[in-house]
């Protein structure tokens, strides 16, 4: 039975492909920081699937969740890096610091915290796809969203060179999920996010791309198809 590691399934996309991995007869590992959708999550998918609290910016916990993870279910045959925030639209001179660190801290020190924690496990298994998910602004810009945008850039840069790292045997890509109708969208394009897909809709076509990927597609910038 293969197994996934999905951070961020506290809600929105992470949720909604821990389902669709379960449903596809997936063993899913997931960490989130909002406790009551964990325990609910955690209630449909049954006991066989792990998910628990962990903030992706706090090294002990990164590494007690990773080894809690890797002791339960092994390595993951899929790593999906999702964990992402954002700041509200402003002007990049008008972001707090506070604000800037902490897009910065989630979306990029989170990424590398994760897979310093798994991808030795994987690499010790000698198979294993990592999956930094990006994003349309981490190719292309927009006023008002400088900050998200340099973090998403960062993963592209940061993945395309891990990808020269790797053995034989394991990739990585950034993954631009597309546009989808999720919190962190309406934040931004406030009730026109109603206009996409629904996390649900999304996962739909997206867990079997991402179930699909494999070596042939070590260092690629993908995005799902149709999205």
């Known amino acids: 039975m293969k197994h996934v590691v999905i951070t961020g399934v506290s809600r929105g996309l992470g949720r909604a492909m821990a389902a669709g991995f379960a449903a596809e007869s997936w063993i899913v590992s997931g960490c989130g920081t909002d406790v009551a959708s964990l325990q609910a ?8 699937h792990h998910v628990r609290a962990c903030d992706v910016t706090d090294p002990a916990a990164v590494e007690a969740f990773s080894a809690a993870v890797v002791e339960r279910s092994g390595a ?8 992402a ?4 639209n402003k002007p ?4 707090a610091p506070d604000e800037f660190a902490r897009v910065i801290d989630v979306n990029l020190k989170g990424v590398h915290l994760v897979i310093r924690a798994l991808l ?9 796809v990592v999956v930094n ?4 602004w981490g190719r292309g810009t927009s006023p008002e969203v400088a900050t998200y945008c340099a973090t998403k850039w960062g993963i592209e840069g940061l993945t395309a060179s891990l990808a020269q790292e790797l053995p034989a045997g394991l990739a990585a890509v950034a993954l631009n999920p597309g546009i989808i109708d999720t919190r962190m969208l309406r934040s931004c394009f406030g009730e026109g ?15 079997p791309y991402l179930a699909s990927l494999g070596t042939r597609h070590n260092g690629k910038a993908l995005t799902v198809p149709g999205m």
């Open 193 to 207: 996010a109603g206009g996409y897909p629904t996390p649900e809709e999304w996962a739909i076509v997206a867990v």
């Open 41 to 48: 999550l955690a209630r449909e998918l049954g006991p066989e």
């Open 133 to 136: 998910f990006s994003s349309g």
């Open 85 to 88: 925030t954002i700041n509200p």
């Open 92 to 95: 990049l001179w008008e972001v």
């Open 76 to 83: 993951p045959d899929l790593l999906l890096n999702n964990a």
């Open 120 to 128: 030795p496990a994987m690499i010790r298994r000698g198979k294993g």
